[in-house]
């Protein structure tokens, strides 16, 4: 159920949205990284004209190249058709100009997880876009109403937080703020259904619905460790073979990353410092400083070699 305030705004912005949302043709993806080039690419599946956007070249080449061998791989496997795949790949503009973001109707901002960059991010774009343009940012945990205060126009502003790899993963949280136009946010919801993904609605709180629940269990796993309660091995095992999960919580941070989790949880204490739910611990954050960051470094709470799946707990 939407909370009163959301509601209360909501009800207050029911009057007909000028300029009205326009229809969803142009979709501008900013940031073409590890989230950024997948969002392009089933942008560009769901034949939509895709704008993407680096700041430098080398960053632009890269993350086409991302999209290249990922559509490679479904050529070879015969999920596309060549013609698909060169179909796919025209609908896409590579770009490092801003002023060829102009004319998209949707401005989706997939840059790093750092609020300042992407608050003056969108004060940038609101000079450049078209008035009726809609933002979207996609980040796991930081405030969508932070950047949308700043945005220059806060009632076409919502978050679409996509999980990583985007190409193969459904859910994409779709999340209001208190200033979001409901027919922004429909339209948001719908294009997320267009492009091939499950949308869930969620209000603008700390880590919307997937991390708010899944975060501050991985933080109780690290404390249970911390305590010394039971081992990596048991405590993941607990919960495969208790919990019907298909890897245990420690395991599930190496594959997130724990820079990741060190950054979700390190904003979190910082912003909410009377949550009890919130909080850092010892193990997690001795990995992060030691550079352990889980399988994408080789080791973490397990000992990774290359393309090993599973690994062996460092204890």
Known sequence: MMSSRFAAAARRSLSTLSPPVPKFDTVACVGLGLMGHGIAQVSAQANFKVVAFEQEQRFLDAGRSRIEGSLGKMLKREKISQEQYDGIMNGITYTTDFADLA???????????????KKQLWGELNNVC?????????????????????????????????????????????IRTVHTHPEVFDACHSWVGDIKKVAVSCNDTPGFIVNRLLVPSLTQACLMLDRKDATIKDIDLSMQLGAGHPMGPLHLADYIGLDTIHSIIAGWVEKYPDEPAFEMPKCLKERFDNGDLGRKTGKGFYHWGAGDVRGEPTE
């Open 103 to 117: 004319s998209s109707d949707l401005v989706v901002e997939a840059v790093i997880e750092n609020m300042d960059l």
């Open 130 to 174: 078209k008035p009726d343009a809609i933002f979207a940012s996609n980040t796991s945990s930081l405030s969508i109403t932070e950047m949308a205060d700043v945005s220059g126009r806060p009632d076409r502003f919502v978050g679409v937080h996509f999980f990583n790899p985007v190409q193969l993963m459904k859910l994409t949280e779709v």
